[in-house]
Nanobody, 114 residues
Framework: QVQFVESGGGVVQPGGSLTVSCVGS????????MGWYRQAPGKQYELVAS???????NFGGSVTDRFSISRDNAKNTLYLQMNDLKPEDTAVYYC????????WGQGTRVTVSS
């Protein structure tokens, strides 16, 4: 059974940094297009970043230059490094993976507050 599980969320002060991770189970991790969405309270889902099997990245406009996305296929793990966090980055962050089918994690909550 294919699953993706996020971890690493928490509370961080404005201007701080945080890395969230997503570990996948099952074979073929290197074939997935992977990425992160987020949902802030009362708002719709927003693409944060994505990374192709070949390593090409794409970012949502509000996080460009502050966030980076990477993957370690040997560890079946996707990362989102978040720097210079702002209160408006507060959201539940969801990992997704797509290869013929799409999969979603359960989400990890990030709160940016002083």
């Amino acid at each position: 059974q294919v699953q993706f599980v996020e971890s690493g969320g928490g509370v961080v002060q404005p201007g701080g940094s945080l890395t969230v991770s997503c570990v996948g189970s099952g074979p073929g991790f290197d074939k997935y297009l992977m990425g992160w969405y987020r949902q802030a309270p009362g708002k719709q889902y927003e693409l944060v970043a994505s990374i192709s099997p070949g390593g090409n990245t794409n970012f949502g406009g509000s996080v460009t230059d502050r966030f980076s996305i990477s993957r370690d296929n040997a560890k079946n793990t996707l990362y989102l490094q978040m720097n210079d966090l702002k209160p408006e980055d507060t959201a539940v962050y969801y990992c997704y993976a797509s290869y013929f089918k799409s999969y979603w994690g359960q989400g990890t909550r990030v709160t940016v507050s002083s």
